[in-house]
């Protein structure tokens, strides 16, 4: 657990000095300033007091003769302590962790749509800067508090207030660690270990954030102008609370945080995608595997890797009878061979000629063959495309579709492809990672088979051997704004039109836009005399497409074929040489036609 704690303060400490929460930080730093509009006397202040001349020892004037009078100075009684960067900080951390926690569980239960806590969030936002412009909205939020005796913790109810909307709005600005508390979640599974997690990234969330708003608490209560202008300074900050609200519900500060260069990224991948941080945060959904951790991507000998976690969460089964799910249990005796993919996968696809053919030769020696599709885009997930690929592809044993991901967290799974290979009494004994190893693989099939039956009679191998991968071969591109490596060019405008402009070069590994295009979270759009070039180094290239009309290819400038696009998005293959080469492609595409990942062999 105590790695856990450490794992989650660092995250949040990363999470909160990162890009996405800088629109928020001056509603932070002036949050923590003046408490009140009326003027109130400095510290240290006089006031004017009579006093006799003389007085006894305790201090009472002393009547008893007629001396002078004379004015006298006292300090006058200090103000209130400001605890509104406590405040804030104590509502952030309240809410983030109740809500992440059990926001999806009580939404559920309510029938409530699932973003009603970012709008909340956006709401309470609203309320404390109409409260800091309009004094009478503040005392409003602060009646709730009106019975707690400390009469300045009653006046900081609308910190509070504003930190548990802040809570809420902080779930979007996350790394793998936040994802892991999510997951766990949205799964009702909660144990001490999350709940340490929880907490523990809230708090190195809200560190940061306490030294800024005591900063400007600071600021405050030293700098004459803004103790005169306190009234202004109030406005000014409820004005801004309301337009950064304004902003977040309509993703402005989006763009403003995709200006400002990543900085944090090294610090995450060290600490939050550490092998250990894996490890960790993915132990954290069922502790039935963390077993899994035992074993190794790959290697060349059976292990015992612990028992198998159950095939869940399914919303679908296809080439099932009567779309049944098969249960791992009533599958003992077997050994069961389970592989995670995703249709527009390439890598997915070249592995499947070697996972059916296993299944054609070694189904009758008992080797049961599971496709997980853990879908990667919106559209993986519905039936009707899945099972339509999963028919041109030629899979016929059963597929489960695995929307939520639930079986790939049981598996503690990273990659598409991935196979896991579970023997007769339902134990994991290898798994493998992606690509390749393709004979290796199969030898411990046929091991396995032989110690579930000594007397089976096996036949020849497959004769499937490993792909020749190239090494330098361009790495598959995400057509995302989220996703994308490798753009050269115009600054693209998240979802709405622009148009682009090639660069004078395309160096290799680089891809450009020109004409018309709206680029999405997940595909760009073409518009009007919409082109993509993309120099690449493979023997082909393949491209996941959608909508209709035609796309033309371009290979070096010469047009190499007319693509007709007519419906779901679908991978299609653009070029394909007989060996790698280097090229620029070019697309020409008709207004309407989406483009969502590149892939290369």
């Given at each position: 657990?105590?790695?856990?704690?450490?794992?989650?303060?660092?995250?949040?400490?990363?999470?909160?000095?990162?890009p996405?929460?800088?629109p928020v930080l001056p509603v932070v730093f002036l949050a923590g300033g003046p408490a009140t509009d009326s003027t109130q006397a400095p510290p240290g202040a006089a006031a004017s007091v009579a006093s006799a001349e003389g007085r006894d020892k305790a201090g009472t004037p002393d009547r008893s003769g007629g001396g002078d009078v004379l004015l006298e100075t006292r300090p006058a009684p200090r103000a209130p302590r400001n605890r509104r960067p406590y405040a804030v900080v104590a509502g952030l951390v309240l809410s983030f962790s109740f809500f992440t926690l059990l926001g999806v569980t009580i939404i559920s239960a309510l029938g409530l749509p699932e973003d009603i806590l970012r709008y909340v969030g956006l709401v309470l936002l609203v309320l404390i800067g109409l409260g800091l412009v309009f004094p009478a909205v503040e005392r409003v939020l602060e009646k709730p508090f009106a019975r707690i005796p400390q009469r300045q913790v009653n006046k900081d109810g609308s910190a509070f207030v504003l930190g548990l909307g802040l809570g809420l709005l902080y779930v979007p600005c996350a790394g793998p660690v936040l994802a892991a508390i999510t997951?766990?979640?949205?799964?009702?599974?909660?144990?001490?270990?999350v709940v340490a997690l929880t907490v523990s990234f809230a708090l190195g969330t809200a560190l940061p954030l306490l030294v800024f708003a005591l900063a400007g608490r600071r600021v405050a209560e030293r700098v004459g102008a803004?103790?005169?202008?306190?009234?202004?300074?109030?406005?000014?900050?409820?004005?801004?609370?309301?337009?950064?609200?304004?902003?977040?519900?309509?993703?402005?500060?989006?763009?403003?945080?995709?200006?400002l260069p990543d900085y944090t990224s090294a610090a995450q991948k060290k600490f939050e995608d550490s092998d250990l941080a894996r490890q960790k945060l993915s132990g954290l959904y069922d502790n039935s595997n963390k077993e899994l951790s035992r074993c190794e991507d790959g290697v060349d000998e059976l292990r015992s890797c612990g028992q198998a976690p159950p095939v869940e969460g399914i919303t679908k089964w296809l080439n099932t009878p009567?779309?049944?799910?098969?249960?791992?249990?009533?599958?003992?005796?077997?050994?069961?061979?389970?592989d995670f993919w995703t249709y527009s996968c390439i890598n997915c696809q070249r592995s499947l000629p070697h996972v059916k053919a296993w299944e054609r030769a070694y189904a009758s020696g008992g080797l049961e063959v599971i496709g997980v599709h853990s879908p990667e885009f919106a559209f993986e997930k519905k039936p009707g495309n899945v099972a339509d690929q999963a028919r041109k592809l030629g899979v016929t044993y059963p597929v489960a579709l695995d929307n939520r991901l639930t079986t790939w967290n049981n598996y503690r799974n990273r990659f598409w492809p991935a196979k896991y290979l579970i023997d007769s009494r339902g134990t994991v004994r290898y798994f493998k990672f992606g690509e390749g190893q393709y004979a290796q693989t199969e030898d411990l099939i046929r091991a396995l088979l032989r110690q579930a039956n000594p007397s089976v009679r096996l036949p020849a191998r497959t004769g499937q051997q490993d792909a020749a991968l190239t090494r330098d071969r361009t790495p598959e591109t995400y057509l995302s704004n989220l996703r994308i490596s490798g753009y050269v060019g115009d600054p693209l405008l998240d979802d709405r039109p622009r148009t682009y402009h090639f660069p004078a070069d395309l160096p290799l590994g680089k891809l450009s836009l020109d004409g018309t295009w709206t680029a999405g979270y997940d595909h760009f759009t073409a518009g009007a005399d919409a082109r993509l070039a993309f120099t690449y180094r493979a023997k082909n290239v393949n491209l996941v497409l959608a909508g209709n009309g035609p796309v033309t290819v371009l290979v070096d400038g010469k047009a190499v074929r007319t693509l007709h696009i007519d419906g779901t998005p679908t991978l299609h293959r653009l070029v394909d040489d007989d060996t790698p080469r280097r090229a620029r492609l070019e697309l020409r595409l008709a207004p309407g036609v989406q483009a969502y990942a590149f892939t290369f062999g």
């Open positions: 657990m105590i790695t856990l704690v450490l794992i989650g303060l660092l995250g949040g400490l990363i999470t909160a000095v990162s996405c929460i800088l997951v766990a979640g949205a799964r009702g599974r909660l144990s001490l270990d803004f103790r005169k202008r306190a009234r202004a300074l109030r406005v000014g900050a409820g004005c801004l609370m309301i337009v950064l609200a304004f902003g977040l519900a309509f993703n402005v500060t989006d763009a403003v945080q995709r200006a009567g779309g049944r799910p098969v249960d791992l249990k009533a599958e003992r005796g077997k050994v069961v061979l389970i």
